[in-house]
């Protein structure tokens, strides 16, 4: 249950990160930057997607960590694109939590992994 949530909610992302990257490169004739969020920000969900096609629960774990560690590099760029004005606090802060909520939920589900294999 948690982890078709965590996906739909890291799709969803998915479009709000492509949509920015269409602003930033039309609007704000922005190339650098908005690639490498384009790269991170779609790879969260992409790697839960491999993910709940894992064939063991050991590869579950690695495409779910995967997955959490490209959600903590999207919020890095987040906040650079802030600070750097390309994006504005608005744009900035809801993506941001969303970013944050999607952490939170598959920090969740890798405690639990972890528990019920043991380690």
Known sequence: MAEGLVYAKAFNLSIRIVNL???????????????????????????????????????FSQKVSIAYKEAKETEYWLDLLYETKYIDQETHDSMRKDCDEICKMMFAILKITKRVRGN
Not at 35 to 47: D, F, V, Y
């Open 21 to 59: 990257y269409k602003f930033l490169t039309h609007k704000k004739k922005e190339f650098v930057l908005s690639k490498q969020i384009l790269k991170s920000g779609t790879s969260i969900g992409a790697n839960l997607s491999e993910a709940k096609g894992g064939i063991s629960k050991a590869e």
